[in-house]
């Protein structure tokens, strides 16, 4: 089977431009996650699916910061406008919900530049 | 909430001696947690899951045990290997049914020869 698929692998944008980042899950699961990652603050939760349902977005990324998933296997990331501290690595995740307990598969990450 | 600690930052440690990676949880539910290892330039993946009958996981040399009462999952390893080198995050999950995971901030651990 085909692990959590991310495109572009690398991005990068001039400040105020609006960028689309893209996940394909793990065929089956129906829970999908978005994450930022830097050296400082780690992994931080952008937005969480359960079966294309938004369950919890990261209320700190609101505003500039929109998923979507308009089917169960495909989900965007737009960031508009982009920001330089924007700049990190964008991970996408995967995992079949159940009574707890589920592997996330993590994807490749898209690396985001903005100068 | 829940929450997860990773006191370390960063490890280093010399190839063969014993790794201990700390991680300590506060959960109001009996959560299942877990270790994450990223490699450079790779995504995270899996490397041990707590059982819900106390057996303790072990994966490629290394082990975990769920300690209740002092609510920690420590990572350990008897002798560290040069490709042990990598990004080790712990994470639990809450409650009933939720997919979300909850992540520590993550220790970097680096083996020299």
């Known amino acids: 089977d085909a692990g959590v698929t991310q495109t572009p692998r690398h991005e990068v944008a001039e400040k105020g431009q609006t960028i689309i980042l893209k996940c394909e899950p793990v065929s089956g699961h129906n829970d999908l996650f978005w994450y930022r990652q830097t050296k400082i603050q780690g992994l931080e939760l952008l937005s969480y699916f359960r079966s294309k349902s938004l369950m919890e977005d990261g209320g700190a990324f609101k505003d500039r910061f929109k998923a979507e998933m308009l089917n169960s296997s495909f989900s965007t990331l737009k960031i508009q406008p982009t920001e330089p501290k924007d700049s990190a690595v964008y991970l996408c995740a995967s995992s079949f919900s159940g009574t707890g307990g589920n592997e996330q598969y993590f994807g490749p990450g898209t690396r985001l530049t903005v100068l | 909430g829940d929450s997860v600690t990773q006191t370390e930052g960063l490890v280093t440690l010399t190839e063969g001696l014993p790794v201990m990676l700390n991680c300590t949880y506060q959960?109001?539910?009996?959560?299942?947690l877990f270790w994450y290892v990223q490699h450079l330039n790779e995504a995270p993946k899996l490397l041990l899951k707590?059982?819900?009958?106390?057996k303790r996981p072990e994966h490629q040399g290394f082990h975990a045990t769920l300690h209740k009462s002092s609510s920690s999952f420590h990572l350990q390893k008897s002798s560290a290997q040069l490709s042990d080198s990598a990004l080790y995050y712990c994470a639990l999950s809450g409650s009933y049914n939720q997919g979300k995971l909850i992540f520590g901030q993550g220790t970097k651990l680096s083996i020299k020869p």
């Open positions: 959960s109001t539910y009996s959560p299942f």
């Open positions: 707590s059982f819900t009958d106390n």
